[in-house]
């Protein structure tokens, strides 16, 4: 308030029930300027959300220059996109580019930093590697020629398993290590699908070199060395729930998206797990069935499932259960073109997520959520972030008309209980 406010003194007695309250931003789909990545920092601080994990490299885009590689940003970081978009006005195909400097990298960290919040930068090996290749071919397992995905999904791209690659991706991993002061480094690990390392008779020769039995004990090679390599910087090795095909290295976290079987799998063998279920927390799906929802992923994930997600799973003993490290939020950006929809998928449901990560399991009331909801829009006016208005629309419904009168039924997709009209 203007003039003030007088809080009597009181004693506060709070503590988030878990320590990893997380949201991630998907980078390389679409790129986010440094002040759009700022205003989602700071609301992520007013919801108490504690870690942001930055997906910078994907098949369609490198967005973090490495100084050793800077064909990485120059190369990696344009795509031209799919269909007509990657047509300009001249017939000439449209280019798409972004990447942050090193300088940028760092602004954004102490920026978070000075919100209590620890950035986990995800550099993605052995796939979603197309960008990395187009850049430097001989980190490929093919001659083929690529070039930064112009199209969504999962390719089969991978990076080759020499010895050159593998310093190459410690030089990386060097350089992100020394950008980004948090303990934990993403290094991808999911979808990688194995068919070029199958055909390829230099790869199973590596392999036999290497004592790799099969394409996933290849990959856990390498998610093993990367541990290794990182542990010596005093990091910490996070990856998708893939990287337990083959065998987890020691330390390693995994963050468990197919659901939450890996999760559970991982805490029964002593390992740290952070949720972040497909089915519950990938805030790209869509969440109402309102015509007014822009393009997103088509299943619905309504805010009522984001707020019931329940992080440590019932198969979990107490011991177990002490694994799971928290949950987190992803927002991949494939049908995200500007920020606006970013912030319409992010919001309200990252609040869900918010409340989950901090409120005690027993506090947890979707009816008071959404109660205290309408206090939070006021505030996410108040801080132009532009929130999803398709959660809060009426919706109405023209029944059978029979002996001179209609049934009209008005809906709300929260299941607010009051709903009030005019004629
Ligand atoms: C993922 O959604 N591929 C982690």
Redesign the pocket.
């Known amino acids: 308030a203007k003039g003030g406010l007088v809080v009597a003194a009181a004693h506060i007695d709070d503590t988030p029930r878990f320590a990893w309250r997380g949201l991630m931003l998907d980078s390389a789909r679409h790129f986010w300027t440094v002040d759009e990545i700022k205003q989602l920092l700071d609301a992520m601080a007013t919801h108490k959300l504690n870690t942001f994990h930055w997906h910078l490299t994907d098949d369609q885009g490198w967005r973090i220059e490495i100084r050793k590689y800077p064909k990485l940003t120059q190369v990696g970081g344009c795509r031209v996109p799919g269909g007509d978009a990657g047509i300009g006005a001249d017939g000439k195909p449209v280019q798409y580019c972004g990447y942050y400097t090193q300088d940028e990298i760092r602004e954004v960290v102490a920026y978070a930093a000075a919100r209590h919040i620890d950035i986990v930068p995800e550099f993605d090996v052995p796939g979603h590697a197309t960008a990395a290749i187009s850049a430097y071919p001989e980190l490929g397992v093919t001659d083929a020629k690529l070039a930064p995905s112009s199209e969504w999904g999962v390719f089969q791209n991978l990076f080759n398993t020499e010895e050159a690659t593998f310093a190459f991706l410690e030089d990386v991993l060097a350089e992100v290590a020394a950008l980004f002061p948090g303990k934990y480094i993403h290094v991808g690990g ?2 990688a699908v194995k068919n070029q390392w199958i055909a390829s008779p230099r790869v199973q020769q590596r392999m036999r070199e290497l004592g790799a039995n099969d394409a996933m004990a290849m990959q856990s090679h390498i998610i093993k060395r990367l541990e290794t390599f990182l542990d010596g910087k005093g990091k910490r090795l996070i990856g ?1 729930d893939e990287i337990l095909e083959g065998g987890l290295p020691p330390q390693a976290t995994v963050m468990s ?1 197919r659901g939450t079987e890996g999760g559970i799998e991982a805490a029964k063998t002593g390992h740290d797990v952070v949720m972040s279920p ?1 089915s519950d927390l990938y805030l790209d799906y869509l969440q109402t069935h309102s015509p007014n929802e822009p393009p997103g992923r088509p299943a619905i994930i309504p805010l009522k499932q984001v707020y019931a997600f329940e992080p440590v799973p019932a198969a979990l003993d107490a011991a177990q259960a002490r694994h799971i490290l928290g949950l987190q939020a992803n927002a ?1 950006s494939e049908h995200m073109r500007t920020f606006e929809r970013v912030q319409h998928n992010l919001f309200p449901r990252l609040a869900a997520v918010a409340e989950t990560g901090w409120s005690p399991k027993a506090r947890k009331d979707y009816p008071g959520f959404l109660a205290r909801l309408s206090a939070e829009l006021a505030r996410w006016n108040a801080q132009g972030v532009a929130y999803a208005k398709t959660p809060f629309e009426v919706s109405i419904a023209a029944g059978d008309a029979a002996n001179g009168t209609s049934n009209i039924t008005l809906g709300n997709a929260l299941g607010y209980p009051d709903i009030r009209y005019t004629t």
Request: no cysteine.
């Open positions: 999911d979808e998708w998206w497909a991949w």
